[in-house]
């Protein structure tokens, strides 16, 4: 089965499409148009960015190959969380501390930028405080320990500690040890941001089209984006289609595709809980994952369910019987939610980088030297994208109005090439991502 075969099936029964009508559309390109900046994609990373470049006075064109919000940014958990996918560790080596302590607060800073635009542009997207990171044994318990410590120590980033004798506070599940709260994190429905970013973005002047793949990217002193009926040339061009930039336009982007795998993960809403039972699962009503490399994630929405997502997939085959373990799955973190029903089950694929990192860049240039282009890209959010696409979008337009200061901290950090190439990176990550699996039942 392909990406977009599975993908008809992962979009069906979407929590988030059942209740964030789209009210508004944008009409397919149908003409050859001039502006100064392209954007290809209409996620959360696309959008943002068009509203950064739209506020520093740039004309802007957006081309979406389906709707806005189609992807990972209107399926996803909704979790809000500092960081990145990766452990700030994993950055020292490369970027030294003092840039490390750089990405850190702009992951902050991605988190009030989400505030910030909500306020700005009266986006309604179910917004609520909070974040936990549990662990669930003693040994995991140990490692989440020692990351809050040194957190505090060398990043001044001390939230709080959460001890095996008050777990019951925070969640009324029997699994997990001990933990951490942050209430800079938080939740959102996803699909309703990311349509109020749309809105927002036209708002303020910028061009939208949907149902507009982009066929051939042709560079140059002003890059031409070519679609079936009509194109689109711009000074400066930001790919941001992540995952889907390659399914849907395979070869615009060679160099960049093979640094990110595309890999599923599934999401189901109970049916309404009384209210006492929604409340007293998570009391703080927090965005909750586990610390598991391969995690499970959680959280209760504004009409009182419980939304949980967990499992991975490695190839584009959409596990079996999904919805009962799924709620196998929600049961063994809460019993009390045994007999509960699945209303909605539903997924998508994330851009997973080799690393975990995000991966930032410029396209190589015509000659293949220094990647000096004017075709910028943003991917490999690796599960993590929520508030640093925002951020991405931020930095691009930062980089094109002259400042790229901040965009080359990201640039910076070395990505990886998955290995096999298209047809056997693959089976190359199911064995890798077996060994991690392993280490989580330990």
């Known amino acids: 089965m392909s990406l977009l075969s599975a993908e008809r099936d992962l979009t069906r029964n979407s929590y988030y499409a059942a209740t964030a009508p789209r009210e508004l559309g944008f009409p397919a390109l149908q003409s050859d148009v001039e502006c100064d900046v392209a954007v290809v994609g209409g996620g959360f990373a696309g959008l943002s960015a068009a509203i950064e470049f739209a506020d520093r006075g740039f004309r802007v064109v957006l081309l979406e190959a389906r709707q806005v919000g189609w992807g990972a940014s209107g399926r996803n958990g909704g979790q809000v969380i500092a960081g990145l996918a990766c452990d700030q560790t994993e950055l020292e080596p490369q970027l030294g501390l003092e840039d490390s302590r750089r990405v850190w607060n702009m992951t902050l800073e991605a988190i009030d930028l989400i505030a910030q635009r909500r306020a700005r542009f009266g986006i309604d997207c179910d917004w609520q405080p909070g974040s936990l990171s549990l662990a669930v044994n003693a040994r995991k318990a140990r490692a989440l320990q020692s990351w809050h410590a040194d957190m505090a120590a060398r990043y001044d980033y001390a939230p709080q500690w959460i001890a095996p004798a008050d777990m019951a ?15 800079h994190g938080g939740h959102l429905h996803p699909l309703k941001y990311c349509l109020g970013l749309a809105r927002a973005a036209a708002s303020l002047g910028v061009t939208i089209h949907e149902q507009t793949p982009v066929l051939k990217l042709e560079p140059g002193p002003r890059v031409r984006l070519r679609s079936a009926t009509g194109s689109v040339r711009a000074a400066q061009v930001l790919l941001a289609g992540n995952t889907y930039l390659d399914v849907l336009t395979p070869g615009l982007a060679p160099s960049i595709a093979r640094r990110i795998m595309p890999v599923g993960t599934y999401i189901v809403a109970s049916e309404p809980l009384p209210n006492g039972l929604a409340a007293s699962l998570i009391p703080s009503r927090s965005a909750v994952c586990d610390t598991n490399f391969v995690l499970d994630y959680f959280r209760t929405t504004a009409d009182q369910r419980l939304l949980y997502g967990g499992r991975v997939s490695y190839s584009s085959a959409t596990p079996l019987n999904l919805g009962p373990s799924m709620q196998r799955r929600m049961a063994r973190t809460f019993p009390q939610l045994k007999q509960t029903k699945i209303e909605y089950t539903w997924g998508g694929f994330v851009d997973i980088s080799m690393k975990r990192a995000p991966d930032f860049g410029r396209l ?47 640039a910076r950090i070395r990505q990886g090439v998955f290995p096999g190439g298209r047809w056997l990176r693959t089976p190359a990550l199911v064995a890798g991502m077996a060994y991690y699996r392993l280490r989580d039942l330990l």
């Open 364 to 410: 190589p240039s015509e000659h293949g030297k220094a990647p000096h282009s004017n075709v910028y890209y943003v991917q490999g959010f690796s599960g993590h994208g929520v508030a640093l696409t925002g951020l991405a979008g931020r930095l691009v337009a930062e980089a094109i109005a002259g400042d790229a200061q901040r965009f080359d901290v990201f």
């Open 169 to 183: 506070q925070w969640i009324a599940s029997p699994r997990f040890h001990s933990g951490v709260h942050d209430p």
